[in-house]
C-alpha cells in the first residue's frame, strides 16, 4: 500500500537513537534546539542495551574524563539502582556499567525531560540535497514516509548512513580493507562472585592483567589477581594464551577467542554480560544479508560459551541466561572523512589538543580473527582529546557526525568507537548544532571551536587535564 509523505520540520535532526545519538539529541535539546531523534529499532540505546561496560568514560586513574551529558545518564541511572561503578580490571582501564534494563528507563526519560521529539522504527533511508547542503532526510517508517527537514543534521547512525548518502567519504578497515568481527553480547545471572573471585585470585594463569604500564606499575599477576579479588566485582577477563581456555580450544569445548570477558550487570540479580561470542569472516556490517546470515552461529557460540562457563567457570554452577543482546554487534563499519583525524598516536600519547570538544581514555582495541586482538593502552594511565575536525564531515555543510564513524585512522576507531567518547562526541555535537541554529550559522565550520568549549565545559563537560 503506497504511504504518505509526511513534512516534519525541526531545527536539529539526530539520524541514530544509539549511544552518541541519545546524547547528541538530549545535548541539543538543552541547548534550546527543537530536536528530533531518528531510530530504526524499537528502543533507543543502541549498544548500552547490551549490558557492555562503558570504556573511555574513566581514565587507567579512575578520573572520570567524559561529564555533561554522559554524568546526566550515569546519574539518572544511579538514581534507579543501575549504575555499577568505576570498576577497575587491572588490566587496562577503568569503567562504568549501566543496568541495560535500566538504561531503557533513563534514557526515554531523559528525552522527554529535554523535550526531544522521538521517531522509532524509522529507518533513514535517502537525502535530499541542495548543492552540499542536505535539505531533508527521507525516513520510512512503519506507517508512513516522512521528510525531515532541519538547519543541522547530526548522523549518529554509526554506518555514517546519512554522510555517506550526502556524498561523504570514508574508509573501510585496515590496508587489506580487513573488518573486525561481529559478536553477539549475552547476559547470566545467579552467579555467585564470592567462588568466581576466589578462582580469580588463586589462578591469575588465566587472567589478561597488568596490560598497561601504568596499572602493571611493577606488580605480579598474583597481586593484581589480589586486588581484583578485593575489589568484589565480577570484572574478569579470561585470556586466550591462559591454561583454562587454551585447554578448552584443545578438547573442542570452545571455539576460538581472544578473551571471555565478564562485566557486572546488576548486584540484584547476581547478573553479568559475557562478551565471547565472534564471527570474524570480513563481514561488511552495513550489508543487510551479510550480517543476517551470521545470527545462527553466534546464537550457538552464545549455548556453547554459557554451557563452558558454567561447566568449567566456579559460581556460574547455577547461572542461567538472563538476556541476549537485541542485535549482532558490529564493531567496524565507515570511518567518515572528516577535516581531522583521530589517530593511534593521539591515545599512544594521551595526546591533548586546543581544539579539543570530548575526551577519550579506552585502549586501542582491535578484535582479529581466532584468538587474537591488538591492545595497546593510552599513554601514563591518562586521556587523549578528540579534535572537533573528527565530527566535521569534509565537504559537507550541515551535517555533524558522532559516535563509531568518527573520522580517524584504524586506530583512532579502535580506541574512539567507545562508548564513552561516543557520549561525549554526541554532547558536543548536539551543543554545536542547537548553538548554530542559535546563531543562524549555515555551515558547521562557522562555530569558533573555543566557543563551542566554552559552553561544553558550562554544561558541565570535562575538556580540560585528566593525565
Ligand atoms: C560486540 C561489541 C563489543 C563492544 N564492547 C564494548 C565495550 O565493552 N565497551 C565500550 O565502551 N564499547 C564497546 N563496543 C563499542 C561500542 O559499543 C560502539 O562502538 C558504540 O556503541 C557506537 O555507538 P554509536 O552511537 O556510534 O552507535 P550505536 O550505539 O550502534 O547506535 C547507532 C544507532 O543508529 C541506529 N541506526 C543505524 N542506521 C540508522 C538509520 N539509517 N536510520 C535510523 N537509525 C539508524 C541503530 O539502530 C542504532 O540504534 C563494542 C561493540 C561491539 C559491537
Known amino acids: 500500500m503506497p504511504r504518505s509523505t509526511t513534512l516534519l520540520h525541526s531545527d536539529v535532526v539526530v539520524v541514530g537513537g544509539g549511544v552518541a545519538g541519545v546524547a547528541a539529541a538530549i545535548a541539543a535539546a538543552k541547548t534550546g534546539a527543537k530536536t528530533t531523534l531518528v531510530e530504526a529499532g524499537p528502543m533507543f540505546g543502541g549498544e548500552l542495551l547490551t549490558g557492555m561496560c562503558i570504556n573511555g568514560g574513566l581514565n587507567a586513574r579512575g578520573q572520570y574524563v567524559n561529564g555533561g551529558v554522559a554524568r546526566e545518564l550515569?546519574?539518572?541511572?544511579?538514581?534507579?539502582?543501575?549504575?555499577?561503578?568505576?570498576?577497575?580490571?587491572?588490566?587496562?582501564?577503568?569503567?562504568?556499567?549501566?543496568?541495560?534494563?535500566?538504561?531503557?528507563?533513563?534514557?526515554?526519560?531523559?528525552?522527554?525531560?529535554?523535550?526531544?521529539?522521538?521517531l522509532l522504527y524509522s529507518f533513514a533511508d535517502d537525502v535530499v540535497m541542495e548543492g552540499n547542503r542536505v535539505r531533508g532526510i527521507l525516513v520510512g517508517s512503519r506507517d508512513q514516509r516522512w521528510l525531515l527537514t532541519a538547519d543541522f543534521f547530526i548522523d549518529c547512525s554509526g554506518d555514517g548512513t546519512v554522510?555517506?548518502?550526502?556524498?561523504?567519504?570514508?574508509?573501510?578497515?585496515?590496508?587489506?580493507?580487513?573488518?573486525?568481527?561481529?559478536?553477539?553480547?549475552?547476559?547470566?545471572?545467579?552467579?555467585?562472585?564470592?567462588?568466581l573471585l576466589s578462582f580469580v585470585r588463586d589462578h591469575p594463569e588465566n587472567l589478561a592483567l597488568g596490560e598497561s604500564d601504568y596499572i602493571r606499575a611493577g606488580r605480579t599477576d598474583a597481586q593484581l589477581a589480589e586486588e581484583l579479588y578485593k575489589q568484589g566485582e565480577a570484572a574478569v577477563f579470561f585470556k586466550a594464551n591462559g591454561p583454562l581456555l587454551q585447554n578448552a580450544f584443545r578438547r573442542g569445548e570452545l571455539f576460538p577467542t581472544a578473551l571471555i570477558m565478564l562485566y557486572p550487570t546488576s548486584h540484584a540479580r547476581k547478573e553479568v554480560c559475557v562478551n565471547v561470542t565472534r564471527v570474524a569472516e570480513n563481514i561488511d556490517g552495513t550489508k543487510t544479508d551479510q550480517v543476517s546470515r551470521v545470527l545462527p552461529r553466534l546464537m550457538q557460540q552464545v549455548m556453547i560459551s554459557a554451557c563452558f562457563v558454567k561447566k568449567n567457570i566456579p559460581g556460574f554452577e547455577n547461572a542461567a541466561i538472563s538476556a541476549i543482546a537485541p542485535r549482532i554487534g558490529i564493531r567496524e563499519t565507515r570511518r567518515i572523512v572528516g577535516e581531522a583525524k583521530l589517530t593511534g598516536d593521539d591515545a599512544r600519547c594521551a595526546r591533548k589538543r586546543e581544539d579539543g570538544v570530548a575526551k577519550?581514555?579506552?585502549?586501542?582495541?582491535?578484535?582479529?580473527?581466532?584468538?587474537?586482538?591488538?591492545?595497546?593502552?593510552?599513554?601514563?594511565?591518562?586521556?587523549?582529546?578528540?579534535?572537533?575536525?573528527?565530527?566535521?564531515?569534509?565537504?559537507?555543510?550541515?551535517?555533524?557526525?558522532?559516535?563509531?564513524?568518527?573520522?580517524?585512522?584504524?586506530e583512532g576507531h579502535g580506541t574512539g568507537r567507545n562508548m564513552g567518547n561516543c557520549l561525549g562526541m554526541g554532547h558536543a555535537v548536539g551543543t554545536a548544532a542547537a548553538l548554530s541554529v542559535a546563531g543562524g550559522l549555515r555551515d558547521i565550520r562557522d562555530l569558533p571551536v573555543q566557543r563551542l568549549r566554552a559552553v561544553l565545559k558550562e554544561q558541565g563537560a570535562i575538556l580540560d587535564g585528566v593525565y
Open 360 to 410: 577519550g581514555a579506552c585502549h586501542i582495541d582491535i578484535h582479529g580473527a581466532g584468538q587474537e586482538q591488538i591492545r595497546i593502552p593510552v599513554g601514563n594511565g591518562g586521556s587523549y582529546d578528540v579534535p572537533w575536525g573528527c565530527l566535521l564531515p569534509k565537504n559537507l555543510s550541515n551535517v555533524y557526525i558522532a559516535g563509531r564513524c568518527l573520522s580517524s585512522d584504524r
Open 74 to 118: 550515569y546519574d539518572e541511572c544511579a538514581k534507579m539502582g543501575g549504575l555499577i561503578g568505576p570498576v577497575h580490571d587491572f588490566r587496562l582501564i577503568c569503567y562504568v556499567v549501566l543496568d541495560p534494563e535500566i538504561v531503557k528507563i533513563a534514557i526515554p526519560t531523559l528525552l522527554d525531560r529535554y523535550g526531544v521529539s522521538p
Open 163 to 195: 554522510a555517506v548518502m550526502a556524498g561523504a567519504s570514508y574508509e573501510l578497515g585496515d590496508v587489506n580493507g580487513t573488518l573486525q568481527p561481529l559478536s553477539i553480547m549475552y547476559r547470566m545471572c545467579g552467579v555467585e562472585n564470592g567462588p
